[in-house]
Nanobody, 131 residues
């Protein structure tokens, strides 16, 4: 059974930091695309960062570059998102996502384009940043 269990959300002041964790089970993170997406009220879900397991490549939305870092611990089958210099506009529900099916090429495209079409989703964790 596939599961993605997020933790680490919460509240922070602008300029502060948070680290999100996502523990995966039922598939192997090292051969998958895993990542973080977010959705603010009234807005579409958007990609934040992804980690391509086979070669460790990382991909970021422009809004996340220079402030967020995605990493993965294959031994723990867990992906992390370190968020620094948080801004109020980062407030959203953050979802862990994984593409572990199909071909390796499809998983690579999911990661490199932050595409959510083939993603499996966690339940989400709320991040609220106050000014």
């Amino acid at each position: 059974q596939v599961q993605l269990v997020e933790s680490g959300g919460g509240s922070a002041q602008a300029g502060g930091s948070l680290r999100l964790s996502c523990a995966a089970s039922g598939f192997t993170a090292s051969t998958s695309c895993m990542g973080w997406f977010r959705q603010a009220p009234g807005k579409e879900r958007e990609g934040v960062a992804t980690f391509y397991g086979p070669d460790g490549s990382t991909y970021y939305a422009d809004s996340a570059k220079g402030r967020f870092t995605i990493s993965q611990d294959n031994a723990k089958n867990t992906v992390y998102l370190r968020m620094n210099n948080l801004k109020p506009e980062d407030s959203a529900m953050y979802y862990c996502a994984a593409d572990f099916g199909g071909t390796s090429y499809r998983r690579f495209i999911s990661c490199s384009t932050l595409n959510n079409a083939n993603m499996y989703w966690g339940q989400g964790t709320q991040v609220t940043v106050s000014s």
